[in-house]
């Protein structure tokens, strides 16, 4: 049975830091192309960021320059760097897996910006 579980959400001040961890189990996340999205309170889910099973990443527009993603194939672990948080910032934050789409998610971690 695959899991994605998410940890590292909470509380912090605008212009602070949160590290997200997704650890999965029931697959080798190493063939996945691996993806944080969030939601807020009303709205869509977004795609926050992603990477390759070859390493390259992408974000999105309204995180670029704060948030890196990251894995570590040998942990079956991707990482979501959050820096300089907004109160915009503020949603659930959800792991993801794709292989041709994305078939398995995560329970999903709160993060609250306070202003």
């Known amino acids: 049975q695959v899991h994605l579980v998410e940890s590292g959400g909470g509380l912090v001040q605008a212009g602070g830091s949160l590290r997200l961890s997704c650890a999965a189990s029931g697959i080798r996340s190493s063939i996945y192309t691996m993806a944080w999205f969030r939601q807020a309170p009303g709205q869509q889910r977004e795609l926050v960021a992603d990477i390759t099973t070859a390493m390259n990443t992408n974000c999105a527009d309204s995180v670029k320059g704060r948030f890196t993603i990251s894995r570590d194939n040998a942990k079956n672990t991707v990482y979501l760097q959050m820096n300089s948080l907004k109160p915009e910032d503020t949603a659930v934050y959800y792991c993801?897996?794709?292989?041709?789409?994305?078939?398995?998610w995560g329970q999903g971690t709160q993060v609250t910006v306070s202003s």
């Open positions: 993801a897996a794709k292989f041709s789409r994305y078939d398995y």
